[in-house]
């Protein structure tokens, strides 16, 4: 993926630059649900959480992780705000997995917490993010290792591409990460191709083997020249990084976890995404942070992506969001949506006051609790209210 994102960098620079917190308008949907105003108290890991929504509702809501806001810093760089993540996360798959639905998003900020914390307001690449999510799964994937469903190859790790794959492998050598089975997106949906399980295709017009990116073919090519007699040089990663899949052992899988894809690499990876789905539908595939608001909002015109908008509906408007967790920040104001499936959406406003010493003390109130996604402006005008109401 990195020589890719070399590629794809120049052209969608300008655009993701300004979108990159933003949840397209084209998402936007009516509130349906509001609550009372009646304020309650609640604790929030040692920290006060408050709302403006109904006190019922807001004192059963997974809170929000502590040390997540931009004036924080101090306080996550020394916990483990990401391990909190995927506590939550853990717990929705499962429910979600347990309700039957196949189709799973994860979205959160990657790179929160820890020596190195960033928050949106900092200087970041796609690198260190996909670094982080590949190390945020790694460490996600044993949760589930437990269960003797989930073992023998049977949790699928796909990364978006082989060097990442290798990476990961080098990276967790451990027995409990070695457990699951390490592969891409393009090895699996070949693979699922190839042995003929995809029953959906002229439903879903998602058949056929992998959609190679731009550019693929050329590095390929130019790394087998590179490696002359003793064949690929291994510019695009280590072949032997990659687990057999074999059918009636380690496939079908019973979980894939998907490690970022499209998300600053080739849109194919979305459309790969689909075929791997319906060559498996019972598979549950999780996608993190795979940046789907993009994909289902129509960042990508469909005049030159037309294979990635055939997707969309058919097959990303089903996805279940069970772990949300996206910073806000507009007219002055900062703010979080948020949702643990299968609860409802929060909205909460970061009420920030001076502190002792000057530091500021962050409290998160809870503005509405909502049973259905609200629009990017439905967001902001809740935090204006809130914040005028104070």
């Known amino acids: 993926m990195i020589m890719q994102l070399l590629l794809c960098s120049a052209i969608l620079a300008s ?12 998402l936007d949907i009516p509130r349906t649900t509001t609550f009372s105003k009646t ?14 929504a109904g006190s019922q ?17 101090s306080l996550s760089k020394n916990i483990d705000v990401q391990g909190e993540f995927r506590k939550g996360a853990k717990r929705a798959i499962d429910a979600a997995i347990g309700d039957g639905v196949t189709k799973i ?59 990442e ?26 693979h699922l191709a190839k042995s003929g399980s995809n029953k959906n295709n002229d439903a879903s017009g998602g058949g056929g083997g992998y959609d190679a990116p731009w550019g693929a ?21 280590n072949q032997a990084a990659l687990d057999p ?15 970022q894809p ?7 990876d979305w459309v790969n995404c689909e075929k791997m789905s319906d060559a498996q539908p019972d598979t549950p595939v999780v996608v993190i942070n795979g940046a789907l608001d993009k994909v289902k909002g129509g960042f990508y015109p469909a005049v030159f992506f037309p294979k990635l908008a055939a997707t969309v509906d058919r097959f990303y408007k089903k996805f279940e969001t069970t772990f949300y967790l996206k910073p806000f920040s507009d007219k002055g104001l900062y703010g979080w949506l948020y949702r643990v499936y299968p609860e409802p959406w929060q909205v909460v406003w970061e009420n920030v006051k001076p502190g002792k010493d000057g530091n500021a003390e962050v409290e998160y109130v809870i503005v509405d609790v909502l049973e259905k996604r609200p629009s990017y402006a439905d967001v902001v005008s809740l935090l204006v209210k809130a914040s005028q109401s104070k």
């Open 262 to 268: 499209g998300n600053g690499g080739p849109v194919e």
């Open 245 to 259: 899949i074999v059918e009636g052992e380690n496939s079908p899988a019973r979980l894939w976890l998907v490690v």
């Open 105 to 163: 998003e994860i979205e959160f900020p990657p790179l929160i917490g820890g020596s190195q914390s960033k928050s949106q307001f900092d200087d970041f690449d796609n690198i260190q993010e996909l670094d982080k999510n590949k190390d945020w799964t790694m460490l996600l994937a044993p949760m589930f290792l437990g269960d003797v469903d989930y073992q023998k190859g049977k949790t699928w790790l796909i990364f978006p591409d082989l060097k």
């Open 57 to 73: 509702q807001s004192s059963s809501l997974s809170p929000l992780p502590r040390g997540i806001s931009p004036f924080e810093k």
């Open 39 to 52: 304020t309650t108290s609640l604790y929030v890991f040692g920290g006060p959480q408050k709302s403006i």
């Open 15 to 26: 655009i993701t630059s300004c979108n990159a917190f933003r949840s397209p308008s084209s």
């Open 165 to 190: 794959c290798e990476l990961a492998k080098q990276e967790w050598a451990g027995q409990r990460y070695q457990e699951a089975t390490f592969t891409t997106i393009e090895a699996a949906t070949n």
């Open 217 to 237: 073919n050329l590095m390929s090519g130019l790394s087998n020249l590179m490696g002359g007699k003793d064949g690929d040089a291994g510019l695009l990663g």
